[in-house]
């Protein structure tokens, strides 16, 4: 196995599945994805899941579509959300731009649709239609879950106008958060490393960018940085059904990693990179 960033030869990580690139940091992971597979999807409450999300992600949001507005040509108007779920960053961006959403999980999407957001159900290029173009292709959340990740970029850079911009928000691997598991992990204390990758999950994550591995792989693919900057990775608000919402998690645990995070590690989170990045790219 090579690395997709730099090709150099990956080594063997922190388990069977996680490979890491000694040369450029980049880590990848073989986890099976199993997207609108109903039994992998019945083990998440969705309700917890969607309660705990939605404070950061509308505020991070707010923060992306500024961002955006800043970054992208002044003239530009039309916006593809790739993987739009809930449709919140869609609703965040209408008035900004001409907000569009493809998403594949079809139960997902169909709740969008029916309250009105526009999201068409699919993946991404195969659900645009032939020639359509964006001034900006935002992926939230989305990319690390790519498999196939330079084709995705491939297919940005064709569907995007001339200049257009292109928005990564991932997980990086230099958050606070990350590195803590990694530690956890070497120790036997699994857990949270399995989490961070969102290992069992209908849709875990494949790779684990920094802003430079990650740069230089889009910058490979034809474009050129902009902007990077960090979000905040953890609110309060949320945070119990965040750890509480995967599973059977036992009580006792997950109320020990509250009390962890929210008075032992939330408070040294603003003296470490975040574990949230937003980088964002011009096409060339
Ligand atoms: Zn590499």
Not at 28 to 34: P, R, T
Not at 118 to 145: C, K, M, S, T, W
Not at 179 to 207: E, I, Y
Not at 265 to 284: A, E, N
Request: with cysteine; proline share 5%.
């Amino acid at each position: 196995m090579t690395c997709i960033v730099c090709q150099s030869p990956l080594s063997a990580g922190l388990s069977s599945w996680h490979h890491t690139c000694r040369n450029c940091a980049y880590e990848s992971a073989q986890l099976a994805v199993a997207i609108n597979h109903a039994a992998e999807h019945a083990k998440i409450d969705e309700d917890a899941r969607e309660t705990s999300l939605k404070a950061l992600r509308q505020e991070s949001f707010r923060t992306i579509v500024a961002l955006t507005r800043q970054f992208a040509a002044p003239h530009a108007h039309t916006l593809l959300d790739v993987g739009s779920a809930h449709g919140w960053f869609l609703e965040t961006a209408t008035g900004a731009f001409e907000a569009v959403g493809v998403e594949p999980d079809e139960a997902v999407a169909a709740k969008c649709i029916a309250r009105g957001v526009p999201v068409r159900i699919g993946y991404f290029p195969q659900a645009l239609a032939d020639g359509e173009r964006f001034d900006v292709i935002v992926f939230n959340d989305v990319i690390e879950h790519i498999p196939d990740i330079r084709s995705a970029l491939r297919n940005c850079h064709e569907r995007l106008s001339p200049n257009g911009t292109l928005v990564l928000n991932l997980p990086s691997s230099r958050g606070l958060f990350y590195r803590l598991s990694k530690l956890f992990a070497r120790v036997g204390l699994r857990g949270p490393f399995d989490r961070l990758w969102q290992k069992g999950m209908p849709s875990p994550h494949v790779h684990y960018f920094n802003p430079v591995n990650l740069t230089k792989l889009v910058e490979s693919e034809g474009f050129e940085l902009r902007h990077n900057t960090e979000m905040e990775a953890v609110k309060v608000e949320g945070l119990w059904q965040r750890l509480t919402m995967f599973g059977n998690v036992h009580r006792v645990k997950a109320a020990l990693q509250y009390v962890c995070i929210r008075w032992g590690l939330r408070p040294l989170t603003g003296l470490f990179p975040s574990d949230i990045i937003v980088c964002i790219y011009r096409k060339r």
